[in-house]
């Protein structure tokens, strides 16, 4: 059946080893479609009595030489990729509509299944990538390489590039896929935003238009921003320098307010770094740059590189929060009353409307929140410090306020007395029921002190 199936395809006209092999791709696994096609070429010719006449494949009618040239795309990725560090690749192949053509012509000329074996796309992606693979001391990667070669066989002549055994550099697009690196971060200083945060005004430009023409912005003094600075600003250059990258995204698991400070065991996060030329830089020394740079108003611990689902689990990973607030009431508050109020919000579930402060830019929702404990002392008849361990979404400040009977039940509301929280600390940001850093989303293996 082979042997038959081998001689239509010969009859069609010339047809290099490979582009004769791939029909009978499935066939003993190991062998390249090349030597299936020499194979089943040699096996015919014994069979026949004739002369053993191969084809070179400049002279094929299916591919018209791409099948030639697989060294030489090989090399030009490989020239294409000399100054980034990888680990993972792979090569995709776009085949122009004339072959795609005449392979169909092949199997049906032949009498052959239209889908039988694979195609020169599959073969090129193979066959490329087995030698980039060869040459660079890396390993494919189907699902998430660290870089991507993209091959456009339409770029360029196939006969010519078989004459100088090289092959155009337009002919490749090589794409550097991002780079993570996870870490958890205290603010220690109060008005910090966690990313940045342009000026309204001016959008973020600096400028604004007056009577002489541009002028710095009065709202921002010309930095663009509303904050001098913020997390992901003190973070990301340092990270992005690392890793020779072009730029950063910093990703949060959740955020605190902007005049809460993050102390404590820290928040987790991600800076996404694109197009990185070096993908192993040392964590420890990224870390001393950064918390010698901040000077004390933001520090980072754990750094470690993560992979590509570390962005989703710090973004989706259900967590826990741990707070302290000063509290302060309109009357003065008796303590066995303060304390009955927070034995009823113990472990209670509250309905909270979103707040008046971030109605502007959050759905008008009700959501359900439960307070897993809570406790403090009364330090003044009118001032308190109140500790909290909530579910992850609770709104502590409107926990204590009532945000005017938009969260109930509430401290204010239980007191039936006014109360802020003129001062909140972020103590601890938790996993529900399993912690942010399990192995499986580091690239690198845990060190210093209490690595686990």
């Not at 010969?10 to 020499?38: Q, Y």
């Not at 909270?352 to 439960?370: F, G």
Request: glycine share 8%; with cysteine.
């Amino acid at each position: 059946m082979i042997t038959e199936d081998a001689r239509a395809l010969l009859e069609t006209g010339p047809v290099c080893d490979s582009c004769l092999g791939r029909p009978f791709a499935e066939r003993s696994f190991g062998l390249t479609n090349a030597e299936r096609g020499r194979a089943v070429r040699t096996t015919v010719a014994m069979e026949d009595d004739d002369d053993f006449a191969p084809v070179d494949p400049a002279d094929c009618w299916v591919c018209e030489g791409y099948c030639g040239t697989f060294d030489a795309i090989a090399e030009t990725i490989v020239d294409a990729l000399a100054d980034v560090e990888f680990v993972t690749y792979q090569v995709g192949t776009r085949v122009p509509p004339l072959v795609e053509e005449n392979e169909r012509l092949l199997r049906e000329d032949a009498d052959l299944e239209p889908e039988i074996g694979e195609f020169l796309k599959q073969e090129s992606n193979r066959e490329v990538g087995r030698r980039v693979g060869a040459r660079t001391g890396t390993e494919v990667d189907f699902d998430r390489p660290d870089v991507l070669a993209i091959v456009d066989l339409e770029a360029f002549d196939p006969r010519d590039a078989l004459e100088s055994d090289s092959v155009t550099s337009h002919a490749v697009d090589v794409q550097v896929n991002p780079a993570f690196v996870y870490g958890r971060y205290r603010k220690l200083e109060r008005d910090i935003p966690q990313t940045e945060w342009p000026c309204r005004e001016c959008g973020g430009s600096g400028i604004q238009l007056g009577d002489e023409g541009e002028e710095p912005c009065d709202y921002c003094g010309g930095s663009g921003y509303m904050y001098d600075t913020s997390v992901e600003q003190v973070v990301r250059p340092h990270v992005v320098d690392a890793m020779d990258g072009e730029e950063g995204t910093f990703h949060g698991a959740g955020r605190e307010d902007v005049d809460a400070r993050m102390l404590e065991g820290g928040r987790p996060f991600v800076l996404e770094v694109k197009d990185p030329k070096t993908r192993d830089p040392d964590p420890a020394v990224v870390e001393r740059e950064i918390n010698e740079t901040a000077a004390g108003a933001v520090e980072v611990e754990g750094l470690r590189l993560a992979t590509y689902d570390m962005v989703e689990r710090v973004k989706e990973h259900d967590a826990s929060k741990r707070y302290r607030a000063d509290v302060e009431f309109a009357e003065p508050v008796e303590n066995g009353d303060f304390e009955a109020a927070l034995e009823t919000l113990t472990g209670t579930t509250v309905d909270q409307d979103t707040p008046q402060r971030v109605d502007h830019r959050r759905a008008a929702l009700t959501r359900e929140r439960t307070v897993y404990d809570i406790d403090g002392e009364l330090l003044e008849p009118t001032r308190a410090e109140v500790r909290i361990h909530g579910e992850g979404g609770l709104y502590v400040k409107e926990l204590i306020s009532s945000d005017d009977g938009r969260t109930v039940p509430s401290l204010s509301g239980l007191l039936e007395v006014e109360a802020e929280v003129t001062a909140l600390d972020v103590l601890a940001v938790e996993g529900e029921n399993e912690p942010f850093e399990l192995e499986e989303f580091f690239q690198d293996e845990p060190r210093g002190e209490g690595a686990t």
